[in-house]
């Protein structure tokens, strides 16, 4: 089994910063695309930023403010986040796209944390 575990949400003023992290664990042989989601109350979960094969994608809403990196060692991935608005205000969910060594052959699967509250508010 596979578990992603997610840690630095909280509350924050406007404009501040907050910097969530996740790292998975479990019976792991590699890790292609790791990414950050998030879901505001009444509203579907949407794609913040990602990063597979080297390369980082981001919603166009949170570009030049937050960014996403990995510790492939670790099998962690990580997002800063800057200049903090309300509209950020969210619950935030790590995904991982995780290959298993399943009946001799390399599997691949899609895991979730389970959510880190964010809220952006004075």
């Known amino acids: 089994q596979v578990q992603l575990v997610e840690s630095g949400g909280g509350l924050v003023q406007p404009g501040g910063s907050l910097r969530l992290s996740c790292a998975a664990s479990g019976s792991i042989f590699s890790i292609n695309a790791m990414g950050w989601y998030r879901q505001a109350p009444g509203k579907e979960r949407e794609l913040v930023a990602a990063s597979s094969g080297g390369k980082t994608n981001y919603a166009d809403s949170v570009k030049g403010r937050f960014t996403i990196s990995r510790d492939n060692a670790k099998n962690a991935v990580y997002l800063q986040m800057d200049s903090l608005k309300p509209e950020d205000t969210a619950v935030y969910y790590c995904?991982?796209?995780?290959?298993?060594?399943?009946?001799?052959?390399?599997?691949?699967?899609?895991?979730w944390g389970q959510g880190t509250q964010v809220t952006v508010s004075s």
């Open positions: 995904n991982a796209e995780v290959g298993r060594f399943v009946s001799g052959s390399i599997m691949f699967y899609n895991y």
